[in-house]
């Protein structure tokens, strides 16, 4: 593990809503077809240069066991978070002296139509200092829309009603953003960079619906 870190996975979550199965296994490493959930991504974010940080915090042992056979698991860099998590914002605070110029977060349990090496190409393309993969929703949105464009951040705690787009965990941020982190801890990103790239304009946005990728804008 020699390389700089180029991708952050999300693998601190409880998994409330999977007791009694995640107090035997973590979240991220419930089996599905008898591969890890977090493998799905994993591989994905092993298919860039660098290595790639993974936090924990609920059975940390199982964890880096279970994640022990994906291929490229040599470039995984273990991070637990004690005595709990420290939220996907307060992550990327703690380790920022160790992230490249350019990450790419996911989260271990979102399954998307598109991949961490397609969302870094638009990304460069675009030009933006982040790219939001979003996944378009009826209610329970956090981004607003005007057509495919991003029209401001939604607070879904206040305005759990709202219709537009969800951030669905899977981003690339330059270094220039991560240093507007908060150095607070537990932090999440949705409350953070995500809010303040939106209301700065300064995110690209990439839309799915469900299954397929309808929309790609920067704005």
């Given amino acids: 593990m020699t390389g700089a870190v180029c991708a952050v996975l999300f693998a601190a979550g409880r998994g409330e809503r999977m007791r009694p199965l995640s107090d035997l296994l973590p979240k991220a490493v ?13 591989t994905g974010l092993l298919a860039l240069p660098g290595d790639v940080l993974v936090n924990c915090s609920h059975l940390c042992d199982v964890l880096e066991a279970r ?4 291929p490229g698991a040599e470039r995984l860099r273990l991070a637990p978070e004690l005595p709990r998590p420290y939220g996907t914002a307060g992550t990327l ?7 490249g110029d350019r990450i790419v977060t996911a989260n271990c349990d979102a399954v998307l139509p598109v991949t961490p090496a397609e969302v870094l190409a638009r990304h460069r393309r675009s030009g933006a200092p982040a790219t939001l993969v979003c996944v378009r929703v009826r209610t329970g949105a956090d981004v607003a829309l005007r057509g ?40 999440g990103l949705g409350e953070t960079l995500v809010r303040d790239v939106l209301d700065r304009g300064d995110a690209s946005l990439i839309v799915v619906d469900r299954a397929r990728d309808v929309a790609s804008r920067t704005t």
């Fill in 30 to 42: 419930q089996p599905v077809c008898d591969v890890p959930l977090a493998a799905f991504t994993l």
């Fill in 148 to 187: 495919n464009e991003p029209a401001g951040f939604v607070d879904r705690r206040r305005d759990p009603g709202a219709a537009g787009a969800r951030f669905a965990g899977l981003a690339v941020w330059q270094r220039e953003v991560l240093a507007r982190l908060p150095d607070r801890r537990p932090a």
């Fill in 67 to 70: 994640l022990r056979d994906v």
């Fill in 93 to 99: 605070a703690a380790h920022l002296t160790d992230l």
